[in-house]
């Protein structure tokens, strides 16, 4: 006999800036479980209806992880961004978007890889946002993207996670 099954209402909202410079937030909420966001370095290529390979990885282990939905924000929220030089890949409503995201989250997921330890530019902006979110008392809130190791933080795409997530909190 078989067996029909429908599919589940996905909701997806992007925020970006009037030009399409910048994009803020994509969100994905399928239940009312609670939201998570996560922060990797900069926006993927996907949009309302295309994801790229680091969306679906996210949206994948975000729903096996039991979650209802996620917000993905970056530390860099220009589309094309020049690699050489950060220092205008991001701008003040990103910092105010990130915020808004992590308060209406149970967790904020750091996703962001090995980046930040081989380029200073990079090591500030993710300094600057963890000032942004201690001085807004939510650092409580950060996890990080992890392996069954737990030695480091993992970008979606790495190897190590692309089937399981772990996470772990942040050590001050």
């Not at 599919?7 to 937030?25: M, P, W």
């Amino acid at each position: 006999m078989a067996k029909k099954q429908s599919s589940v209402d996905i909701k997806i909202e992007i925020i970006e800036s009037s030009n399409k410079h910048h994009r803020y937030v994509l969100s994905k909420q399928w239940s009312n479980k609670p939201m998570v966001t996560v922060l990797t370095l900069y926006p993927s290529s996907s949009n309302l209806v295309e994801d790229d390979m680091t969306m679906m990885l996210i949206t994948n282990n975000i729903h096996k992880l039991g979650y209802g939905g996620f917000y993905s924000v970056n530390l860099f929220s220009k589309y094309k961004i020049d690699k050489k030089n950060y220092l205008k890949a991001t701008n003040v409503d990103n910092d105010d978007h990130i915020l808004e995201c992590v308060k209406e989250s149970s967790e904020v997921i750091f996703a962001y890889g090995s980046l930040p330890f081989k380029n200073k530019q990079v090591a500030q902006r993710l300094s600057d946002v963890y000032t942004l979110l201690e001085n807004s008392q939510l650092n409580e809130r950060i996890k990080y993207l992890t392996d069954k190791h737990q030695e480091n933080c993992f970008h979606p795409l790495a190897s190590q996670v692309r089937e399981k997530w772990y996470t772990m909190k942040r050590e001050e």
